[in-house]
C-alpha cells in the first residue's frame, strides 16, 4: 500500500512582503516622531513659560502681603486700585491690584479688608493669583490695660471642675497659634488654682519676681513681671449723660417741664420711643439706641428683652446691672461702653453682634465693660458675651456653660462648671508682656511714668506715649523703593487663597458633588 504525500507549495515572496511592512512601519513611526520634533520645542517652552508666570504669580501674592503689612500709603497711592502695573518681577511682569472688599470699589483710607488680585505674565503666558486680605493696624499706644493677657487678676485665679480656657477659634489670628498668656499680681501660696478636667495647653504664666514657689501647683511661671506693677482704674464714666430709664418715670422735674404736654408716658423710654428725639426707641421687646452718652441707676433687662446698639454708646450703671435672658446687641460698626458701679449678674444672656454663634467674629474691644467699684459679677447659664471686661477691684465668676469671647482683668478670676474663655488674639498689642513695647525703657526696665499710672485716662496715657516713643515714619517715593531696603512691618495681615491658576472654590464644590453622588471616579481624584 503506497502512502500519499501532501504537495509542498513553495511560500515565494513572503520573507520580501514581511521586511517591506517592517520598512512601512518603521518609517510610519520615524515620520510621526520627527514630525512631533517640530511642535515639541514650542510646547515645552509654553509648560516652561505657565510654571514661571505661576510661580511669579505666588511671589506677587507674598510682595501684596508685605506692602499691606508696612505703613506705605497703599491706601492712596493707586490708579482705580492698582498699586503695580506691568511691573518687572522675577523674570516676568505682575499687575497687582487691591479692591476694598466691602464697597468692591478702590481702597480708601478706612480701607482694611480687602481683595487682591495679581496678573503675572511671562513670554505671553498669563497667570492668575487671587486672595482676601483682612489687615489689622499696628497701634501706636500704650497698652496698659493688660489686654495681652486672656486672664490678668490681682488676687487669685481658679479654673475648676471643666471649666476652660482657649484661642478663639473664630478670630482672624488663631492660625498663628500664640501663646495664651495669664498673669497676676498675687505672690501667695495658691494663687492660681488650674484644677480643671479640661486639658490647658499652650499656656503661660506671668508672676512678680518675689511671687511664692508655690503660687501655682500645676504651672511654673515661664516670666517674671517687673516690681511696681500698676494696675490702673478704669476710664472715668463721661460726666454728661442723658438719663435711660426702661421701667420707671423720670424723677427730674426739669425733663418733667420739658415735655410737660407728654405726662401721660410713663418712661423715659416710652418719651424717646413716641418722638421726642431719635437717641432711643423703642418696641414691645426690643429698645434701639442711638450714639450718644447715658446714666442709669439699675439696668434690668428681663427674659425677651433685646437692646440694638447704633453708633458709639456709653452707658453708666450707677448701681446694679442684671440681665435674664435678655441681649444686647451691636449693629454693624457700633461700639458699647458699659460703666457698671455695682453688682453685674447675667445669666443666660447675649452681649456681641448680631450674629449670636461663638463662630461669628467681632472685634472685643468693641464692647468694654468697666467695672467701677469693689463689686461682684457673676456670668452664668448659657450666656455668650463678646467683650473685654476691665474690673480691677471686682470678682469676676463665669459658672454654668457661659462663655466670654474677649479677655478678662479682675481683682479674682473664677472659671467653673463647663464656662470658656475664648481669648482672642487681636487684643493683644505687646503690652507689659512684651519687654521691647514703649513701656519700657532701653534697658528693659519699666518707665517710671508708666509705674504712676493710676487710671486708664486717654488723655494722659497719649501724653505719656507722647514723652518716651520716638517719632517714625516711613517715607516712600514710590512703589519700587520699597524692598532697596528692609522695611519695617508693624501690621498684622491674615489672607486666604481664592484662585491658583484654578477658582479653588469651584475644584471644592466639585469634590463636595463627588462625594454626596458617590462617584468614585471624581472622589479619588480630589481626595488625593
Request: one cysteine or more; aromatic letters at 8%; hydrophobic letters at 35%.
Given at each position: 500500500m503506497?502512502?500519499?504525500?501532501?504537495?509542498?507549495?513553495?511560500?515565494?515572496?513572503?520573507?520580501?512582503?514581511?521586511?517591506?511592512?517592517?520598512?512601512?512601519?518603521?518609517?510610519?513611526?520615524?515620520?510621526?516622531?520627527?514630525?512631533?520634533?517640530?511642535n515639541s520645542i514650542a510646547i515645552s517652552?509654553?509648560?516652561?513659560?505657565s510654571l514661571r508666570a505661576r510661580a511669579v504669580a505666588e511671589s506677587g501674592l507674598d510682595l501684596a502681603i508685605a506692602i499691606l503689612e508696612t505703613n506705605a500709603d497703599w491706601r492712596t497711592q493707586h490708579t482705580d486700585g492698582v498699586i503695580l502695573d506691568s511691573f518687572a518681577f522675577g523674570g516676568g511682569e505682575i499687575t497687582l491690584t487691591v479692591i476694598d472688599s466691602e464697597t468692591d470699589s478702590p481702597p480708601t483710607e478706612s480701607t482694611n479688608k480687602v481683595d487682591i488680585t495679581i496678573l503675572s505674565s511671562i513670554e505671553g503666558i498669563s497667570q492668575t493669583t487671587q486672595a482676601t486680605a483682612t489687615i489689622f493696624p499696628a497701634e501706636d499706644d500704650f497698652d496698659v490695660d493688660y489686654s495681652e493677657y486672656a486672664i490678668f487678676a490681682q488676687s487669685q485665679i481658679t479654673i475648676?471642675?471643666?471649666?476652660?480656657?482657649?484661642?478663639?477659634?473664630?478670630?482672624?489670628?488663631?492660625?498663628?497659634?500664640?501663646q495664651l498668656l495669664i498673669g497676676t499680681l498675687a505672690t501667695g501660696p495658691?494663687?492660681?488654682?488650674?484644677?480643671?478636667?479640661?486639658?490647658?495647653?499652650?499656656?503661660s504664666l506671668h508672676t512678680l519676681s518675689n511671687a511664692s514657689s508655690m503660687l501655682s501647683p500645676s504651672l511654673s511661671s515661664a516670666q517674671e513681671l517687673p516690681d511696681s506693677m500698676p494696675f490702673p482704674s478704669p476710664p472715668t464714666p463721661p460726666k454728661e449723660c442723658k438719663p435711660f430709664s426702661l421701667d420707671k418715670a423720670s424723677d427730674d422735674e426739669d425733663d418733667r417741664d420739658d415735655y410737660e404736654e407728654h405726662e401721660n408716658h410713663l418712661s423715659w423710654a416710652n418719651m424717646f420711643a413716641h418722638g421726642f428725639g431719635q437717641d432711643f426707641r423703642k418696641s414691645d421687646n426690643t429698645i434701639d439706641?442711638?450714639?450718644?452718652?447715658?446714666?442709669?441707676?439699675?439696668?434690668?433687662?428681663?427674659?425677651?428683652?433685646?437692646?440694638?446698639?447704633?453708633?458709639?454708646?456709653s452707658l453708666t450703671i450707677s448701681d446694679t446691672c442684671t440681665?435674664?435672658?435678655?441681649?444686647?446687641?451691636?449693629?454693624?460698626?457700633?461700639?458699647?461702653?458699659l460703666h457698671v458701679g455695682g453688682n453685674v449678674r447675667i445669666t443666660s444672656s447675649y452681649i456681641g453682634n448680631i450674629e449670636k454663634s461663638t463662630n461669628s467674629w467681632i472685634d472685643p474691644s468693641r464692647i468694654q465693660l468697666y467695672g467701677q467699684a469693689d463689686?461682684?459679677?457673676?456670668?452664668?447659664?448659657?450666656?455668650?458675651?463678646?467683650c473685654e471686661i476691665y474690673a480691677p477691684m471686682s470678682d469676676v465668676e463665669l459658672s454654668g456653660v457661659s462663655t466670654v469671647c474677649g479677655r478678662i482683668a479682675a481683682n479674682e478670676v473664677t472659671l467653673r462648671g463647663d464656662s470658656r474663655l475664648l481669648y482672642d488674639s487681636t487684643l493683644d498689642h505687646g503690652g507689659f508682656a512684651d519687654s521691647s513695647s514703649s513701656l519700657y525703657d532701653g534697658d528693659g526696665e519699666l518707665r517710671p511714668q508708666v509705674k504712676q499710672l493710676t487710671v486708664l485716662d486717654p488723655v494722659l496715657i497719649d501724653a505719656l506715649y507722647e514723652s518716651v516713643s520716638e517719632t517714625a515714619s516711613n517715607t516712600y517715593s514710590s512703589f519700587q523703593d520699597w524692598w532697596d531696603e528692609p522695611t519695617k512691618r508693624p501690621n498684622e495681615v491674615t489672607y486666604a487663597l481664592i484662585v491658583y491658576g484654578v477658582d479653588a472654590r469651584r475644584w471644592e464644590s466639585f469634590a463636595r458633588f463627588a462625594r454626596q453622588t458617590r462617584s468614585t471616579t471624581f472622589a479619588t481624584v480630589f481626595d488625593k
Amino acid at each position: 500500500m503506497q502512502t500519499q504525500k501532501t504537495p509542498i507549495h513553495p511560500r515565494r515572496g513572503i520573507a520580501l512582503m514581511i521586511v517591506m511592512i517592517a520598512i512601512l512601519v518603521t518609517g510610519t513611526m520615524a515620520v510621526a516622531y520627527f514630525g512631533s520634533r517640530d511642535n515639541s520645542i514650542a510646547i515645552s517652552k509654553n509648560v516652561e513659560a505657565s510654571l514661571r508666570a505661576r510661580a511669579v504669580a505666588e511671589s506677587g501674592l507674598d510682595l501684596a502681603i508685605a506692602i499691606l503689612e508696612t505703613n506705605a500709603d497703599w491706601r492712596t497711592q493707586h490708579t482705580d486700585g492698582v498699586i503695580l502695573d506691568s511691573f518687572a518681577f522675577g523674570g516676568g511682569e505682575i499687575t497687582l491690584t487691591v479692591i476694598d472688599s466691602e464697597t468692591d470699589s478702590p481702597p480708601t483710607e478706612s480701607t482694611n479688608k480687602v481683595d487682591i488680585t495679581i496678573l503675572s505674565s511671562i513670554e505671553g503666558i498669563s497667570q492668575t493669583t487671587q486672595a482676601t486680605a483682612t489687615i489689622f493696624p499696628a497701634e501706636d499706644d500704650f497698652d496698659v490695660d493688660y489686654s495681652e493677657y486672656a486672664i490678668f487678676a490681682q488676687s487669685q485665679i481658679t479654673i475648676r471642675d471643666s471649666a476652660s480656657i482657649h484661642q478663639w477659634n473664630a478670630s482672624p489670628l488663631v492660625s498663628q497659634q500664640n501663646q495664651l498668656l495669664i498673669g497676676t499680681l498675687a505672690t501667695g501660696p495658691m494663687s492660681v488654682q488650674l484644677n480643671t478636667w479640661s486639658p490647658l495647653r499652650n499656656i503661660s504664666l506671668h508672676t512678680l519676681s518675689n511671687a511664692s514657689s508655690m503660687l501655682s501647683p500645676s504651672l511654673s511661671s515661664a516670666q517674671e513681671l517687673p516690681d511696681s506693677m500698676p494696675f490702673p482704674s478704669p476710664p472715668t464714666p463721661p460726666k454728661e449723660c442723658k438719663p435711660f430709664s426702661l421701667d420707671k418715670a423720670s424723677d427730674d422735674e426739669d425733663d418733667r417741664d420739658d415735655y410737660e404736654e407728654h405726662e401721660n408716658h410713663l418712661s423715659w423710654a416710652n418719651m424717646f420711643a413716641h418722638g421726642f428725639g431719635q437717641d432711643f426707641r423703642k418696641s414691645d421687646n426690643t429698645i434701639d439706641v442711638q450714639s450718644g452718652s447715658y446714666e442709669i441707676k439699675n439696668l434690668t433687662l428681663n427674659a425677651g428683652k433685646s437692646v440694638t446698639v447704633h453708633g458709639d454708646v456709653s452707658l453708666t450703671i450707677s448701681d446694679t446691672c442684671t440681665l435674664n435672658a435678655a441681649s444686647i446687641l451691636l449693629a454693624d460698626d457700633a461700639t458699647l461702653t458699659l460703666h457698671v458701679g455695682g453688682n453685674v449678674r447675667i445669666t443666660s444672656s447675649y452681649i456681641g453682634n448680631i450674629e449670636k454663634s461663638t463662630n461669628s467674629w467681632i472685634d472685643p474691644s468693641r464692647i468694654q465693660l468697666y467695672g467701677q467699684a469693689d463689686s461682684n459679677w457673676d456670668i452664668d447659664g448659657m450666656s455668650t458675651i463678646k467683650c473685654e471686661i476691665y474690673a480691677p477691684m471686682s470678682d469676676v465668676e463665669l459658672s454654668g456653660v457661659s462663655t466670654v469671647c474677649g479677655r478678662i482683668a479682675a481683682n479674682e478670676v473664677t472659671l467653673r462648671g463647663d464656662s470658656r474663655l475664648l481669648y482672642d488674639s487681636t487684643l493683644d498689642h505687646g503690652g507689659f508682656a512684651d519687654s521691647s513695647s514703649s513701656l519700657y525703657d532701653g534697658d528693659g526696665e519699666l518707665r517710671p511714668q508708666v509705674k504712676q499710672l493710676t487710671v486708664l485716662d486717654p488723655v494722659l496715657i497719649d501724653a505719656l506715649y507722647e514723652s518716651v516713643s520716638e517719632t517714625a515714619s516711613n517715607t516712600y517715593s514710590s512703589f519700587q523703593d520699597w524692598w532697596d531696603e528692609p522695611t519695617k512691618r508693624p501690621n498684622e495681615v491674615t489672607y486666604a487663597l481664592i484662585v491658583y491658576g484654578v477658582d479653588a472654590r469651584r475644584w471644592e464644590s466639585f469634590a463636595r458633588f463627588a462625594r454626596q453622588t458617590r462617584s468614585t471616579t471624581f472622589a479619588t481624584v480630589f481626595d488625593k
